[in-house]
């Protein structure tokens, strides 16, 4: 260990180096001249400040700094350990999302800029279908050094998920109850949707009806359609729940809510054929929200999680390796379609 400590003291007085940059570097070092190798265990917290003066929280950072790049792991809270003797390495991080939906797209930018060069990110699509989920997984197990999934609704999941390791693990978009303790940065459908329309209540009560187009086997919660059945009956609003769009079948005097932004663009191409004005011929709710919305046809009123807040928070987990709990807020945004 008296090699590893002259590493390190070797750095010192170095102009700019910190004490942070200085334990991560000579570490690095220590790997590179072969004084440690893969399996060595590390400089003990306590030892690191008998030995240097450094602060707890120096040296507690510097060890998640090199844990994040994959060139040390931590063992059953005994200590840290060489985990790969290439000093180059990045961190491989696996994102299993359902696809590239628009405000997936955000959240994807937003993750991937935030990590950097030191984190390699491949991402997977599952499409919502529970045999590409758990083939996915099971091909990505044991290759990465982080995991970051958007689960689906199915009683096999928790047992497909719990076959990573949790250490590693993080739950984003929606919540799923998969037992033990997790990390999660996910959205809440029921309470936050039924909010929403509640919110709207006044304004819908001045068209004939709602129509919500609700489709069962796509990555649709549930707890939407729960949230509305009960608004629609709380609320006494003449309500039509349908399957899909069919082009052309929009009508004057009634509000349409849908998920689906290709049945948005739909709609919208037929409000503009048949000269319907959006907030008084035709009401239009959206779920999700993206930079189109804001702009086409003078705005879409939508309610939302904040994407971009969720990668932000995502991409903190990842670097900083602290768990976390946390159910992004969902925002009603009221524009000029409804």
């Known amino acids: 260990m008296r090699d590893v400590f002259q590493e390190i003291r070797q750095l010192e007085g170095i102009a700019g ?14 790997i590179n001249d072969k004084i440690l190798s893969q399996g060595d265990m590390l400089p003990s917290v306590n030892s690191l400040i008998r030995e240097f003066g450094f602060a707890r929280e120096t040296i507690a950072r510097s060890y998640k700094d090199l844990t994040s790049r994959g060139i040390v792991e931590s063992k059953n809270r005994v200590g840290f350990y060489v985990a790969n003797g290439d000093t ?42 529970i045999d590409v989920f758990e083939s996915i997984i099971s091909n990505v197990r044991g290759k990465y050094g982080m995991y970051v999934v958007a689960p689906i609704p199915h009683k096999r ?3 497909i998920i719990h076959t990573l390791p949790m250490s590693k693990f993080l739950m984003i978009d929606r919540y799923e ?18 909010e929403a329309f509640s919110k709207l209540s006044s304004t819908i009560s001045h068209y004939k009806g709602m129509v919500y187009y609700y ?3 796509s990555d ?23 399957t899909n769009y069919e ?28 000269g319907l004005t959006l907030g008084k011929d035709v009401g ?55």
């Open 17 to 30: 180096l910190s004490k942070h940059e200085q334990l991560v570097q000579g570490i690095i070092n220590a």
């Open 88 to 129: 180059e390495k990045q961190l491989r991080l696996a994102l299993i999302i359902f696809a590239f939906d628009s405000f997936q797209e955000v959240f994807y930018k937003t993750f991937r800029d935030l990590l950097g060069e030191t984190t390699h990110v491949d991402v997977f699509f599952h499409h919502n279908n």
């Open 157 to 159: 999941t928790a047992d």
């Open 177 to 194: 109850p998969i037992g033990g303790e997790f990390s999660h940065i996910t959205q809440e459908f029921e309470r936050s949707s039924y």
């Open 215 to 217: 489709r069962p086997s």
């Open 220 to 242: 649709t919660p549930i707890e939407i359609l729960n949230a509305y059945k009960k608004f629609v009956k709380d609320y006494k609003v003449k309500s039509t729940i349908a």
């Open 247 to 274: 082009p052309g079948s929009i009508q004057k005097g009634y509000v349409y809510f849908t998920i689906n932004n290709t049945e948005l663009w739909a709609m919208l191409k037929d409000c503009v054929a048949k």
């Open 284 to 338: 239009i709710l959206s779920h999700n929200d993206d930079v189109v919305k804001e702009i086409i046809c003078n705005g879409i009123t939508t309610y939302s999680a904040d994407f971009k807040y969720m990668a932000e928070k995502a991409a903190e987990f990842v670097l900083r390796r602290e768990p976390v709990r946390e159910t992004i807020p969902t925002i009603l945004i009221r524009r000029n379609s409804l």
